[in-house]
């Protein structure tokens, strides 16, 4: 899908979707990917140290992995 390129993970905090996670192509033309990952805000987003893993917290408690 996007193996090798660059991208952008932005949170989207709308009042009908709190926690969606967003992929955006590094050159910003195009929306890759969206998840609704959480039920409430995105509070942090974090890259593994190999960007191999992304690492979400929500203000509903919960610590996706991805």
Same mark, same amino acid.
């Given at each position: 899908?996007m193996q090798?390129?660059?991208?952008f ?6 009042? $009908?979707?709190?926690? &969606? ?11 890759v ?5 959480? &039920?409430?805000?995105?509070?942090r987003?974090?890259? &593994? ?5 992304l690492?979400s917290a929500s $203000?509903?408690? &919960?610590?996706?992995?991805?």
């Amino acid at each position: 899908m996007m193996q090798g390129r660059k991208a952008f993970f932005v949170c989207v905090e709308e009042k $009908d979707r709190p926690g &969606s996670i967003q992929v955006i192509r590094g050159d910003l033309s195009e929306k890759v990917f969206e998840i609704q990952a959480h &039920s409430l805000r995105v509070e942090r987003l974090r890259l &593994s140290y190999d960007n191999q893993t992304l690492y979400s917290a929500s $203000d509903d408690g &919960s610590l996706c992995v991805f």
